[in-house]
């Protein structure tokens, strides 16, 4: 059986209509597929562009079973240490020379 591929598809006049219900870049919707909303074109197609990518890995993932949930602590560790991620740590703190 043949696998039907999605391909974005953009329409400027209907953009005006969805891009309000759009809290952040992107909507998903149920057996529908999604909306992604930018500036312009170029950045509505990088965000559709980056959604077909992290579905594609989900998928992936998806095939070798559910993964354990992660802990709320460490999650909120992980989510703290990204923050600083990058950044000079002042002298004395966790991460300084």
């Known amino acids: 059986m043949?696998?039907?591929r999605s391909h974005p598809v953009f329409v400027r006049d209907?953009?005006?209509h969805a891009a309000p219900g759009v809290q952040g870049f992107a909507v998903l919707l149920g057996h529908h597929g999604f909306v992604a909303v930018g500036a312009?074109?170029?950045e509505a197609f990088a965000v559709a562009?980056?959604?077909e990518f992290a579905?594609?890995?989900a998928w992936r993932a998806s095939c070798l079973g559910t993964p354990p949930e992660i802990p709320r602590a460490m999650m909120e560790d992980a989510v703290a240490r990204m923050?600083?991620?990058g950044?000079?740590?002042?002298?004395g703190e966790e991460g300084s020379r």
């Open 55 to 57: 579905a594609e890995i």
């Open 87 to 91: 950044r000079s740590a002042p002298a």
């Open 14 to 16: 209907k953009g005006a």
């Open 49 to 51: 562009w980056a959604v």
């Open 83 to 85: 923050a600083r991620y």
């Open 40 to 42: 312009d074109m170029e």
């Open 2 to 4: 043949r696998q039907r």
